[in-house]
């Protein structure tokens, strides 16, 4: 998976990309900001969200795993 390319929306649409989503940091789905950014690629989110939120390491470890789908 292209995080690149992959919207949040088509992302949210991959049960196995939810699922390791999930598995790295199951808060992130479940935050209500999800919705305002479905129509945003992936990638274009992870540079929104100051690294206060979400770590580099987790970015990475998310990064990692969707590529792999």
Do not use: H, Y
């Amino acid at each position: 998976m292209d995080i690149s390319k992959v919207t949040v929306k088509e992302l949210l649409a991959n049960p196995k990309a939810c699922d390791a989503m999930n598995a790295i940091d199951p808060k992130i789905l479940k935050s209500p900001m999800v919705k305002l950014v479905k129509g945003k690629t992936v990638e274009a989110v992870f540079n929104m969200v100051p690294d206060s939120k979400v770590s580099p390491e987790i970015k990475q470890k998310i990064r990692e795993a969707l590529a792999a789908i």
